[in-house]
Nanobody
Framework: QVQLVESGGGLVQAGGSLRLSCAASGRTFSGYTMAWFRQAPGKEREFLAAITWSAGRTLYADSVKGRFTISRDNAKNTVYLQMNSLKPEDTAVYYC?????????????????WGQGTQVTVSS
């Protein structure tokens, strides 16, 4: 069974940084695209960034481009999201997602596996 477990969330002041991790287990994730989404209360789930597993191609939402960086460590089956210059509007639950594809999807429906989420709160 595929499991994705996020960690690294917490409370940070505006302008600060956090690094989220997503540890994948249950199978070999070669060939899987991994992504990060977030969801704030009362809002739809929002795409943030995606990365292909083998080639390392990346895609970012305009709202986080230049502030967030997605990366992966294939040996550890782990994907990271480095978040810098955080703003109060970045407050949300952050989710990791995975799907076996070479594409970089931006829709939640494009992803098959999801983690349980980790809370990020940015205070002003």
């Amino acid at each position: 069974q595929v499991q994705l477990v996020e960690s690294g969330g917490g409370l940070v002041q505006a302008g600060g940084s956090l690094r989220l991790s997503c540890a994948a287990s249950g199978r070999t994730f070669s060939g899987y695209t991994m992504a990060w989404f977030r969801q704030a209360p009362g809002k739809e789930r929002e795409f943030l960034a995606a990365i292909t597993w083998s080639a390392g191609r990346t895609l970012y939402a305009d709202s986080v481009k230049g502030r967030f960086t997605i990366s992966r460590d294939n040996a550890k089956n782990t994907v990271y999201l480095q978040m810098n210059s955080l703003k109060p509007e970045d407050t949300a639950v952050y989710y990791c997602a995975a799907v076996r594809t070479i594409r970089l999807g931006t829709l939640p429906s494009s992803y098959e596996y999801w983690g349980q989420g980790t809370q990020v709160t940015v205070s002003s």
